[in-house]
């Protein structure tokens, strides 16, 4: 089983900068990729950014230029340094992690989500 905890969500100004960190702990054999989904109230949760374990990262259209994901291996930690933030990044953030067990099988985790308010 693997455990996932999220923070650095809170209440920001339109314009301002957060950090969420996500550390995954537990039994893990690889990491596949890891990364952070939003959701909206009323709204379908969405893909935020994604970074694989060759470093390679993915983000959705909305946050190019403005959000930024990192990975730190030896602390199996992820980032998203999130700036110039706007109104409609408000949402619960949730982190998500995509493993390999030792017998090859893949399995998705999911943090308990970290709420991000953004005040106009």
């Known amino acids: 089983q693997v455990q996932l905890v999220e923070s650095g969500g809170g209440l920001v100004q339109a314009g301002g900068s957060l950090r969420l960190s996500c550390v995954a702990s537990?039994?893990?054999?690889?990491?596949?990729?890891m990364g952070w989904y939003r959701q909206a109230p009323g709204k379908q949760r969405e893909l935020v950014a994604t970074?694989?374990?060759?470093?390679?990262?993915n983000y959705a259209d909305s946050v190019k230029g403005r959000f930024t994901i990192s990975g730190d291996n030896a602390k199996n930690t992820v980032y998203l340094q999130m700036n110039s933030l706007k109104p409609e990044d408000t949402a619960v953030y949730y982190c998500?992690?995509?493993?390999?067990?030792?017998?090859?099988?893949?399995?998705?985790?999911w943090g308990q989500g970290t709420q991000v308010t953004v005040s106009s």
């Open positions: 537990g039994r893990i054999f690889r990491f596949n990729s």
């Open positions: 998500y992690t995509d493993t390999i067990t030792d017998r090859g099988y893949s399995i998705t985790y």
């Open positions: 970074i694989t374990s060759a470093s390679s990262t």
